[in-house]
């Protein structure tokens, strides 16, 4: 981006050369593709290169010290998102914050996730207060749309956002058509201030399908598509996996369309919460989507932990998380040819675990009282 070159065009190898100290430290299957992101998330690698120039340790860092910037927001939202629907804001900090996919994927692993996720639930904490309208629906509205322009799945969140307000309106068409008009107005010209003022303009749309390169083994609709095409090879019926798989992804996507649309009428017709409908619905999304990364779950995991007051949900979204965090390193690769990594990470993961609980025992609730707790007796505000 500091070169004047297109990141939405060409890839890093293509733009630095294959010998540069930054595109070395790439995977290959990424050196050549564009990048997918939002021009937000990209303009603020302006400063970071300034800064790091090549040094790759120091430009980690300071992509990590992003990642914090947005752990510092979804610690803010989270506990006071919970206390609006009266799940408990402790939980949603055990679960949200103090998860190990977050500390190890999207802080170790510098993923814009944290950033986005920050942006959307400020946004959301903003934009559903009551009443609905005014000057704090405009800028949680400007603030999701700014996450979308760090990761598009950010932009989930403004249809819920949309049928809340058309509900606190009165819930009728024209109420719908008045809300849609109202915060989608806001959300474009967000997005085309950030597009025109960042330089980098809208080719990110037609980059969007990047990540689609990998065939990811924790998706249902990849999984399927790649088995489809192993079953007729078997058969005799010729190689057909490519063809096959972009089928079963159509279908994913179609589905967690529905899914969406569905959680969408309900939010609308006041049967679920806004909060919990989004985190149902990005998780719809990433299940059935194209592509599933460890750390895609927490688009679903940390809006759920801040509404959701099942214990079932909290006990197996917590043992999966603990689970995933450790079968993908940060990267998204696995641990081939350096499975060392894994025995020195759990040695100082105990001791940093340790020491702290040491310092801290007898002050705080155990977690397990936490997960197990009834939910508060709180009256949800209007929502």
């Not at 819930?171 to 008009?181: E, I, K, S, V």
Request: proline content about 7%; glycine content about 12%.
């Amino acid at each position: 981006v500091n070169r004047g070159l297109d990141p939405y065009v060409l890839g890093p190898a293509d733009a630095l050369g294959v010998d540069h100290p930054l595109v070395r430290g790439i995977p290959t299957i990424w050196r050549h593709t564009p990048a997918p992101y939002g021009p937000l998330f990209l303009t603020l690698g302006r400063p970071i290169d300034w800064i790091a120039g090549d040094d790759v340790v120091l430009g980690t860092l300071l992509h990590r010290s992003v990642a914090v910037a947005g752990l510092v927001m979804i610690v803010w939202a989270l506990p006071r998102l919970a206390r609006r629907v009266g799940a408990s804001p402790v939980f949603a900090l055990w679960l949200g914050v103090a998860n190990p996919l977050v500390l190890f994927h999207l802080v170790s692993g510098a993923h814009n996730e944290a950033l986005m996720i920050g942006l959307m639930l400020v946004g959301l904490e903003l934009a559903l207060r009551r009443p609905a309208m005014g000057p704090a629906l405009f800028g949680g509205t400007a603030l999701i749309a700014a996450a979308a322009q760090v990761k598009v799945p950010a932009v989930l969140a403004l249809g819920f956002v949309v049928v809340w307000c058309a509900r606190h309106r009165g819930g009728r068409l024209r109420d719908l058509g008045w809300a849609t008009a109202t915060i989608g107005g806001v959300a474009l010209a967000t997005t085309v201030t950030i597009g025109l003022g960042t330089g980098l303009g809208f080719g990110w749309i037609g980059a969007l399908g990047t990540p689609n390169v990998v065939r990811s083994w924790m998706s249902v609709a990849t999984e399927l598509g790649l088995l489809g095409g192993v079953i007729g090879s078997v058969l005799g019926l010729g190689d057909h996996i490519t063809s096959v798989l972009a089928l079963t992804r159509d279908i994913g996507l179609v589905m967690a369309g529905g899914v969406c649309l569905l959680l969408l009428w309900r939010c609308w017709r006041g049967r679920v919460e806004p909060l919990a409908a989004l985190g149902a619905a990005l998780g719809a999304v990433v299940l059935l989507g194209p592509v599933v990364h460890p750390w895609y779950l927490l688009w679903a995991v940390i809006p759920l932990a801040a509404s959701a007051t099942q214990p079932a949900f909290r006990l197996t979204a917590t043992a999966a998380s603990a689970v995933l965090a450790v079968v993908v390193a940060p990267t998204g690769s696995d641990f081939l040819f350096r499975a060392w990594v894994v025995p020195s990470a759990i040695a100082a993961a105990a001791i940093t675990l340790i020491v702290p609980i040491l310092l801290i025992r007898g002050r705080t609730p155990p977690l397990s009282a936490t997960l197990w707790a009834s939910t508060p007796a709180v009256r949800p505000s209007a929502s």
